[in-house]
């Protein structure tokens, strides 16, 4: 039976991938090798050869037998992104590329460097179900789910260029991955939890990168909220709220006519007594429409003495929207009114937003 709430979220039935060695667990992995009529260690050679080198080229694996090579590429690694294009600003230290997957659908994802870190803003679906009315990516309705090898494919990707030194700045590490890109996380949760397991379980079963430096976002899926509460990973939380009163929440994010404001952020302070992680709320100010200053003193009361952070998001520009950011005056105002109050809150660096890379401004379009 469904967990309450998945069914109108749920993929149109088109394009499924085909099964990828990065959609199996360790148990999976020896069991797709020896299906194969290889023995089951070499399915931890081929885990070190992906998690540990970084290194998914069949034909260059020296203790793989050449005969097998063929099988392994065409059963356990089928492509299932090609890039389309790569853009490039900040004087190439941001990168968004467009991927096209098996079916012809389009997905984005974009890496950002930074003096002490590198992000890479991952899609989980192509496209979006939830409707919201400023985000472009919400705008252009649900294709499908990526699976679990599609989603951490991304992160692969962009821990390999680094490597390889393709990015500005000198070889590096990935150490963030946000669940921001195109796509609710929590509506396609297995294929997210497969991917986050990939990227945090120590090698050979995964990246073994921190959970502290993964954030999955949702715009308020209370069900799967509770959930990731249960995990047991202290992966941050971060939650779509953009605006503090129903009224104007159901208009901006449709899904809170199923899970109001007060149950999202229930469930959000849940998560934190839990995890003892500080939750983030992204708050982006759309000019007269949430950044008035009873809105932010609403705001101020709901978070006050919660394990929090707000992240206001300067509205990014789309195609064709009718709203824009808030005046700088506006943005100042509503800083200080949240600060007044104890809370602590930054201005999200909009990096990206001249190559339409920004938070709500990734539509795929090819």
């Not at 990526?146 to 990707?157: D, H, K, M, N, R």
């Not at 949760?189 to 079963?205: C, S």
């Not at 998560?271 to 008035?292: F, G, H, M, P």
């Not at 709203?323 to 201005?347: M, N, Y």
Request: glycine letters at 8%; charged letters at 20%; one cysteine or more.
């Amino acid at each position: 039976m469904p967990a309450p709430g998945e069914l109108i979220f749920e993929s149109p039935k088109k394009g499924k991938p085909p099964v990828h060695f990065l959609d199996l667990g360790v148990p999976e992995r020896k069991e797709a090798v020896t299906a194969l009529g290889l023995p089951g260690f070499r399915a931890d050679q081929i885990s070190r050869h992906v998690f540990e080198h970084l290194n998914t080229d069949v034909e260059s694996w020296s203790d793989i037998p050449a005969t097998a090579k063929p099988q392994i590429q065409s059963d356990l690694f089928p492509n299932l992104l090609d890039p389309v294009r790569s853009i490039e600003c900040d004087n190439g230290e941001t990168v968004k590329t467009l991927w096209r997957l098996h079916d012809g659908s389009l997905v984005e994802s974009v890496l950002m460097r930074y003096p002490s870190r590198v992000t890479i803003c991952i899609s989980s679906q192509a496209g979006c179900g939830m409707n919201c009315p400023f985000c472009a990516t919400g705008q252009a309705g649900l294709t499908r789910n990526l699976s679990t090898a599609e989603i951490f494919g991304q992160v692969l990707s962009g821990a390999q260029a680094l490597a390889r030194n393709e990015i500005a700045g000198g070889p590096g590490r990935v150490s963030n991955i946000v669940f921001m890109g195109m796509g609710e996380p929590m509506a396609n949760y297995k294929a997210v939890m497969g991917a986050v397991h990939r990227i945090v379980d120590p090698g050979p079963a995964g990246l073994g990168m921190s959970a502290r430096g993964v954030t999955v976002s949702t715009v308020g899926l209370v069900p799967r909220i509770k959930q990731l509460a249960t995990e047991g990973l202290p992966l941050t939380l971060a939650v779509s709220l953009h605006a503090p009163d129903n009224e104007l929440r159901d208009t901006l994010v449709p899904i809170n006519t199923r899970w109001s404001v007060e149950e999202v952020l229930d469930a959000a302070w849940e998560y934190a007594d839990v995890t003892k992680r500080r939750v983030s709320i992204e708050y982006a100010l759309i000019k007269d429409i949430n950044d008035q200053a009873q809105r932010a003193k609403l705001l101020a009361k709901r978070l006050q003495g919660q394990l929090v952070h707000v992240n206001l998001i300067p509205l990014n520009p789309t195609p064709g929207s009718k709203w824009t950011a808030s005046r700088p005056e506006d943005e100042r105002a509503f800083v200080r009114i949240l600060k007044d109050a104890g809370v602590q809150v930054t201005v999200r660096d909009t990096r990206g937003s001249e190559i339409d890379g920004a938070c709500g401004q990734l539509a795929a379009l090819d």
